[in-house]
């Protein structure tokens, strides 16, 4: 009978260890589920900050783009006809056509109004 007993509670403690590593397996499921949608949500922001962040580079290069090409307007090389005693910016249709003979060049346009030299319209502010 005591053993019949005995018996008993080792067969209810089993039980209960079944039921408990049942349970932990469910729990541990459920928690690999939660994990894999973290991961998944996870890539799905990579993937959209990888995006915001392709755009914020084509705008800043845009702007930059906008500043350079300001920038080579107001610094463009500044060059002198030694035969005219003319100051033109490179980009000038005047300026293409001086000899390389007769072309010099100057830091920008104070340096040519020192040199004595009189400034073509495209360099009129």
């Known amino acids: 009978m005591v053993m019949e007993?005995?018996?008993?509670?080792?067969?209810?403690?089993?039980?209960?260890v079944k039921q408990d590593v049942h349970s932990m397996k469910n729990y541990v499921k459920d928690l690999y589920a939660k994990d894999?949608?973290?991961?998944e949500d996870i890539r799905k922001l990579?993937?959209?900050?990888?995006?915001?962040?392709?755009?914020?580079?084509?705008?800043?290069?845009?702007?930059?783009?906008k500043?350079?090409?300001?920038?080579?307007?107001?610094?463009?090389?500044?060059i002198g006809n030694s035969d005219s005693k003319m100051a033109h910016v490179e980009s000038c249709p005047y300026g293409k056509k001086v000899t390389d003979e007769h072309r010099v060049f100057?830091?920008?346009k104070l340096d040519?109004?020192?040199?004595?030299?009189k400034f073509c319209?495209?360099?009129?502010?």
């Open 46 to 65: 990579q993937s959209q900050v990888e995006i915001l962040t392709k755009e914020l580079i084509l705008v800043r290069s845009e702007k930059t783009t």
């Open 121 to 125: 319209v495209c360099m009129k502010d």
């Open 106 to 108: 100057f830091q920008d």
């Open 36 to 39: 894999q949608q973290r991961v």
């Open 5 to 16: 007993f005995e018996f008993s509670k080792i067969s209810s403690a089993f039980k209960r």
């Open 67 to 78: 500043t350079i090409n300001k920038t080579i307007v107001e610094e463009e090389q500044v």
């Open 112 to 117: 040519a109004n020192k040199k004595g030299y």
